[in-house]
């Protein structure tokens, strides 16, 4: 009775052990293709905080996929990368503004009254006697 007990018991083991390795030519546990990036960040537009906020990426083995997380970690180095080389583009070009506001012609003098710069053709003195101003309107003084 022991042999006949221990012989079921070897071939329920060897039984268990090919339907999960799969003994046969038919695999009894399939392959499950590997989780992908379903929603990758854009191509054609600026990555936006949504984009960020809605990227889910595929969980492997031990973690994340390697690939997945380099690639959108790239993508997001190169836009801030691209912003801050704009913000700093345009911070300097209102600094220019600036200066250029700072140290040009008093914006509150008439033009008459700046001095004339050389490539200006000179101005036409005329002057009219208050008393000879006409308004619209009235008839003139006489």
Known sequence: MFWFLLLA???VV????LAVVGGGKIAVLQDVAPEQLTDPLPA???????DVEALRLPVAVRGYRMTDVDEALGRLGAELAERDARIAELQSALAGAQATAVGGPDLLKRPQDRPRAPWEAPRQEHQQDPQQTEH???EPQR
């Open 136 to 138: 619209p309107g009235e």
């Open 9 to 11: 018991m070897v071939v």
């Open 44 to 50: 054609t537009r600026p990555v936006g905080r949504a």
């Open 14 to 17: 060897a039984a268990v052990t």
